[in-house]
């Protein structure tokens, strides 16, 4: 039997509250009883006083000890849950107020390796809602769910797109709600194009290179040819590793990945269209968890720890994200002023 969460998940059992409480008394009982026949009971003196102090010191400690014995034989917890959320970045992004928080994939990872170390964590959730971002990360925190030894499961809230169904692709199963925008399989590079405003202010640019290709992207000059040929060639190699991976994850064909198009589709088309594997709420996704670990289920959530400071800082921004931020963040290309991003 499970409690349920604000949003009708079960976030725990009555055996992972009930069964170490029972156990915690009992110890803590059988301190008290112990404690009371050697320094009471057995004791006929003016020391009995002395001796009820002493029980109560006992039980304390045995208290504290059958809560220890307590947690070491049930679990409280046997899903973890990570959540990327925002804009996917190295790094966590702060920003301005009003601007997407951005998820930290090597924070994203670190919970997820935290998870897969504890004993506990039977399988894993992941929930997705992110518009995508930066091209390494991302694929950073893919490899980290394929890596988890158990059942991964990705869910999509609101956006799963670009970098953050590249995520999903790496886990066993994709739930999306129906609502849901899933997909944006493509790679977008893009450069400032400044030349004619450097002009008009009189300005200039003048490089000192080593290498043919090395200022290619460069906002301030203008793309030759070969250039805009060689960073198109970029663009490709990033979207063909992109659908090479989606194809090998979900067991499809590279060109019926191809056939997106980079679209972002409704969580109903999504699954038509075989970029998602069931449609329902989170606590239909923890049913089915259910059924396939064959117990009931408790999800802890995984999140790095945050300063009192930084937690007000995520709560301000979370509460001004909005999906007009774009359905991708942007990325730095190897090249000066180009900007890669899925």
């Given at each position: 039997m499970s409690s349920q969460s604000s949003d009708g998940g079960p976030v725990g059992t009555v055996e992972g509250t009930v069964v170490p409480l029972?156990?915690?008394?009992?110890?803590?009982l059988v301190g008290v009883v112990a404690a009371?026949?050697?320094?009471?009971?057995?004791?006929?003196?003016?020391?009995?006083?002395?001796g009820l102090l002493v029980v109560a010191g006992v039980a304390l400690l045995a208290l504290w000890v059958g809560s220890r014995i307590a947690g070491s034989l049930v679990s409280p917890y046997n899903v973890a849950e990570v959540a990327v959320e925002g804009p996917i970045a190295r790094e966590r992004a702060g920003g301005v107020p009003g601007s997407p928080t951005g998820a930290g994939a090597d924070d994203v990872v670190e919970q997820i390796e935290l998870a897969d170390a504890d004993p506990a964590a039977e399988a894993l959730l992941v929930k997705l809602?992110?518009?995508?971002?930066?091209?390494v990360p991302s694929e950073d925190i893919r490899i980290a769910a394929e890596r988890f030894d158990g059942p991964t499961v990705a869910y999509a809230t609101d956006v799963c797109a670009s970098g953050g169904y590249d995520i999903a692709s790496g886990c066993d199963e994709i739930w999306a709600r129906e609502g849901s925008l899933v997909g944006s399989i493509g790679v977008i590079g893009s450069r400032v194009n400044a030349n004619d405003l450097a002009e008009r202010l009189g300005l200039s640019y003048e490089g000192f290179t080593a290498g043919e290709y090395k200022d290619a992207g460069t906002p301030l000059k203008e793309l030759r040819p070969d250039e805009r040929a060689y960073l198109q060639g970029l663009v490709d190699d990033y979207y063909e590793q992109f659908v090479e991976t989606v194809a090998e994850g979900r067991d499809m064909e590279p060109a019926t990945v191809e056939e997106t198009e980079?679209?972002?589709f409704l969580g109903s088309e999504a699954r038509e269209r075989g970029l998602v594997d069931e449609l329902g709420t989170r606590r239909a996704v923890t049913d089915a968890l259910e059924d396939r670990l064959g117990e009931p289920v408790a999800v802890r959530e995984f999140e790095p720890a945050h300063s009192l400071?930084?937690?007000?800082?995520?709560?301000?921004?979370r509460a001004t994200y909005a999906f007009g931020a774009g359905l991708a963040s942007a990325v730095d290309g190897d090249a000066d002023g180009l900007r890669f991003r899925r």
């Open positions: 029972v156990v915690t008394a009992l110890v803590g009371w026949y050697v320094f009471v009971r057995s004791t006929d003196s003016l020391v009995d006083l002395f809602n992110t518009p995508g971002g930066e091209i980079a679209r972002v400071r930084e937690r007000v800082s995520l709560g301000a921004q």
